[in-house]
């Protein structure tokens, strides 16, 4: 039995639990298919991150190409408001038919 004061690790992968119990070349396969399976998913784990952040840059792109657009829009109609605002001559209303005498 153990002290209390140690601790025993005991290491729990598939590979060494095949291997203790007698399948030295199917551990092999298995830790070299895990090890494949762990670089896939962190490669498939950055293309994902770089995918999201892409997206996100693309659509604050957007964003701010609508804002300046809205910005100029507003800017062109406070000029048209304040011309209409007294800077015109006011024209007389004449109508298109002429009137025989």
Do not use: K
């Amino acid at each position: 039995m153990s002290s209390p004061g140690s601790y025993f690790v005991r290491d729990l992968s598939w590979a060494t639990v095949l291997c203790e119990a007698g399948h030295a070349d199917d551990a092999y396969h298995v830790d070299v298919y895990t090890s494949f399976a762990t670089v896939a998913l962190a490669v498939y784990s950055i293309i994902a991150a770089g995918v999201l952040i892409l997206g996100l840059v693309v659509l604050s792109v957007r964003y701010l190409e609508i804002r300046e657009i809205r910005a100029i829009f507003e800017r062109v109609e406070r000029e048209v408001q304040s011309n209409r605002g007294g800077n015109e001559v006011q024209q007389p209303q004449v109508s298109l038919e002429r009137t025989e005498e």
